[in-house]
């Protein structure tokens, strides 16, 4: 493994050693992933949240999350016809594996920070599925279709708590901005161009992830002036989860996650 | 300590019946009220309408106003209409 250095402030230079899988199943896998591992980070959240109220609110968004994890991994495992089914998927790949992108597995930080990832992403992730309840693919417009009910209100709970922390007191509007220049170097990857879904586009299997760009800023951007808040411009971007390649926090969150099943494979309540 | 108001929240479980009081929750303005009373009461489907109200906004009866306001109708059974017969087709009486 000698891969070159990539252009200067990315990590596409990484040589990849991501297993190839057939495009449609990537494809959904990332979807999955996304979900799965987004999930996972708020449920650690729950009895450490600034209130009770919250502390539930952010495990209900975790569990739609995980919920919609569920039917895209178990999807994947069908198109894959490995006889993988969603554990096996979630508790069974390596870091590499996982194509999700880096913005979901980034830390929770602070609430303002929390509250930064989940505006960029839910935004990104209600474009994302508005578009695929269009999916020539029957099934992931079925999921798109009841997933879009549970984002639209993901979205509509970051935009209340981002008004109020940025146009609130002078250190919540200090931590808000701080959270925002935390998350936004991970922004731009949601919408990279990304071989898998290329392929997929012209037969309305897949979006195409750059068509979201203009619509998540046409949503993302009054929200932050509303908030009095800027756009951050960030000197790097993180790039290459869709390939497998992850910032140094998957692991951990993994390592957390698949422990228990790695331990005890098949363990059940 | 938690410096935001409290909220008491009311749940309507379905058309046709009344807003039931089902408890109080804090929030920092009446929009994140409602917010949280979602998330906290009716995430296992209890609802179709819930209504949030400033817990200092409501006026309650006195304690030691219990005699005078609660005790005078423990002796009037002609209140209630158990003398009556029910017909069979008329239903929620």
């Known amino acids: 493994m000698t891969g070159h250095p990539g252009p200067p402030g990315t990590w596409d230079g990484r040589s990849s050693g991501a297993t190839a899988l057939e495009p449609r199943m990537a494809y959904v896998l990332g979807l999955g992933d996304d979900a799965l591992v987004l999930a996972h980070r708020l449920g650690e959240w729950i009895a450490a949240a600034p209130q009770i109220e919250e502390d539930i609110a952010l495990a209900n968004i975790g569990l739609d999350l995980l919920g919609q994890a569920r039917n895209l991994l178990t999807y994947a495992g069908e198109l894959e016809g490995a006889g993988r089914d969603e554990d096996a998927l979630a508790y069974l790949r390596d870091e590499r594996d996982f194509r999700n992108l880096q913005i979901v597995e980034r830390p929770n930080g602070d609430f303002a920070v929390t509250i930064a990832r989940q505006l960029a992403f839910s935004a990104y992730q209600y474009e994302l599925y508005d578009r695929l309840r269009d999916s020539a693919d029957a099934t992931l417009a079925a999921v798109a279709a009841k997933a879009i009910k549970e984002v639209a209100y993901h979205r509509d709970h970051a935009t209340q708590w981002t008004l109020r922390l940025g146009d609130g007191t002078d250190e919540s509007h200090r931590r808000m901005q701080a959270g925002l220049e935390q998350i936004w170097p991970y922004v731009e990857e949601m919408f990279d161009p990304d071989p898998v879904s290329t392929g997929l586009v012209p037969q309305r299997l897949a979006v195409d992830p750059g068509e979201l760009r203009e619509p998540w800023t046409a949503y993302v951007r009054p929200v932050l002036t509303e908030a009095t808040l800027a756009v951050p411009e960030p000197a790097f971007h993180g790039r290459g989860g869709r390939r497998g390649v992850h910032t140094e926090a998957l692991g951990y969150v993994l390592a957390e996650m698949q422990h228990l099943h790695r331990a005890h494979p098949g363990a059940r309540w | ?93």
């Open chain 2, 1 to 93: 300590m938690n410096p935001e108001p409290l909220w008491e929240v009311f749940v309507r479980s379905r058309r046709g019946l009344s807003h039931i009081h089902v408890g109080s929750l804090h929030a920092p303005d009446a929009e994140m009220a409602v917010r949280n009373a979602r998330d906290v009461y009716t995430r296992r489907q209890e609802g179709v309408s819930i209504w949030v109200v400033p817990a200092g906004a409501i006026t309650a009866s006195s304690p030691d106003e219990k005699d005078s306001f609660f005790d005078p109708a423990g002796d009037k059974v002609y209140r209630h209409p158990t003398f009556y017969d029910i017909p069979d087709e008329v239903r929620h009486l």
